[in-house]
């Protein structure tokens, strides 16, 4: 962690410093919680289950989690909804951005550890499988996106027709050349 604090270019743009309480503020509001490590391959399973494919395996996600401290985040109870981001390094928004980057297992040196600048986002997931879920992530990823990471660029991938739908309505636009089936979200102006 330290070696991404002293080697980091704080001149390049854009970049955040988005630290973990200020996003766990904004996920209360739509009483979405950080998954537990009792509650992550649970997360996982729904997760998976509604976009109908793979997603990391638990102990990535456990690992990604504990270097950021804002990585698996569900909500309800029983768990009906679930949010996957990872705030990544200068080399990391690169990655995203050529292809490089492994969301199944990203390298260390793409991911932002916790207290650092972010240069960009990834999201993993944002899904729910009630109509309240699909609510609540919905707006937590607004919310995040204008008042968390409004500076950096936000990425995803449609996974599902819905997914492409709701990431289009977010103002998400498709990227080519990039992982595949990637969409944008560019920096949002303080303008």
């Known amino acids: 962690m330290t070696i991404h604090r002293t080697v980091v270019s704080q ?3 854009p970049y955040c410093n988005t630290l973990p309480g200020h996003v766990a503020k904004i996920m209360g509001k739509y009483a ?3 998954a537990g ?4 391959i649970e997360t996982l399973r729904l997760g998976e289950a509604l976009i109908g494919g793979a997603l990391a395996r638990p102990e990535v996600v456990g ?7 804002m990585t698996i985040w569900n909500t309800g109870d029983p768990i009906a909804g679930v949010f996957l981001l990872v705030p990544v390094t200068e080399e990391g928004r690169a990655a995203v951005e050529n292809g490089s980057f492994n969301p199944a297992d990203p390298a260390i040196r793409h991911i932002a550890p916790a207290g650092t600048p972010i240069f960009g986002v990834y999201c993993g997931i944002y899904a729910g499988a009630t109509r309240d879920a699909r609510k609540s992530v919905l707006m937590a990823a607004a919310d995040l996106r204008l008042n968390a990471f409004a500076p950096v660029p936000t990425y995803a991938r449609g996974a599902t027709e819905d997914g492409a739908r709701s990431m289009l309505r977010l103002g998400y ?3 080519s050349g990039g992982l595949k089936d990637l969409f944008v979200s560019d920096p949002v102006s303080a303008d």
């Open 173 to 175: 636009r498709p990227v």
């Open 32 to 34: 979405i919680r950080r």
């Open 37 to 40: 490590p009792g509650e992550i």
């Open 63 to 69: 690992t990604i989690d504990a270097i950021t401290q």
């Open 11 to 13: 001149t390049a743009r």
